[in-house]
T-cell receptor, first 116, second 110 residues
Framework: EAGVTQFPSHSVIEKGQTVTLRCDPISGHDNLYWYRRVMGKEIKFLLH????????ESGMPNNRFLAERTGGTYSTLKVQPAELEDSGVYFC??????????????FGPGTRLLVL | QKEVEQDPGPLSVPEGAIVSLNCTYS??????FMWYRQYSRKGPELLMY????GNKEDGRFTAQVDKSSKYISLFIRDSQPSDSATYLCAIGSGSEKLVFGKGTKLTVNP
């Protein structure tokens, strides 16, 4: 079974540009999460989808970040316009069932974003 | 105060050593406790998972939780060079988001 996949693996853009990150969760997983690790800091939660609905977006830093999950399958995270402080590694994770207590989250390899 | 504190190391040990990794947390609402292992350029991979205070063993790995002290530990026995990675504690509550420690980078030298 394929794991969580993310695309691209790396992205280097200039400040002010737009970048779109994609995550394909494990097939059949209802829950999809986005996390981010800024250099020198811990991995931090951004948001949580249950199927196509946003369950919790309390970690989204500001309105330059837009996440979507089309048809409850793959998800995209768009940063527009990108700022220097958006640089970091963006992880996607998925888990099987909504509401199942402490359901295991499986992580993708991450997208390394560098904003110059 | 951070919700989860973890000494980032780095930690370097000889092969065969017992490794002890630790995290403390501040919120008593946290209910489940995980250790993830992350190899360079890879995503975090779940290693151990526990709900309750006490010990949980899986092969060479033992996870320990002390809810009264808000302290969690991961012990690695007979450490191997292949254990060299960053170890992240992650803690969850009723909401499904995980709160991570910074991670401890471990190197096991042959």
């Amino acid at each position: 079974e394929a794991g969580v996949t993310q695309f691209p693996s790396h992205s280097v853009i200039e400040k002010g540009q737009t970048v779109t990150l994609r995550c394909d969760p494990i097939s059949g997983h209802d829950n999809l999460y986005w996390y981010r690790r800024v250099m020198g800091k811990e991995i931090k939660f951004l948001l949580h989808f249950v199927k196509e609905s946003k369950q919790d977006e309390s970690g989204m830093p500001n309105n330059r970040f837009l996440a979507e999950r089309t048809g409850g399958t793959y998800s995209t995270l768009k940063v527009q316009p990108a700022e220097l402080e958006d640089s970091g590694v963006y992880f996607c994770a998925s888990s099987y069932r909504q509401g199942a207590f402490g359901e295991t989250q499986y992580f993708g390899p991450g997208t390394r974003l560098l904003v110059l | 105060q951070k919700e989860v504190e973890q000494d980032p190391g780095p930690l370097s040990v000889p092969e065969g050593a017992i490794v002890s990794l630790n995290c403390t947390y501040s919120n008593s609402a946290f209910q489940y406790f995980m250790w993830y292992r992350q190899y360079s350029r890879k995503g975090p991979e779940l290693l151990m998972y526990t709900y309750s205070s006490g010990n949980k063993e899986d092969g060479r790995f033992t996870a320990q939780v002390d809810k009264s002290s808000k302290y969690i530990s991961l012990f690695i026995r007979d450490s191997q060079p292949s254990d060299s990675a960053t170890y992240l504690c992650a803690i969850g509550s009723g909401s499904e988001k995980l709160v991570f420690g910074k991670g401890t980078k471990l190197t096991v030298n042959p």
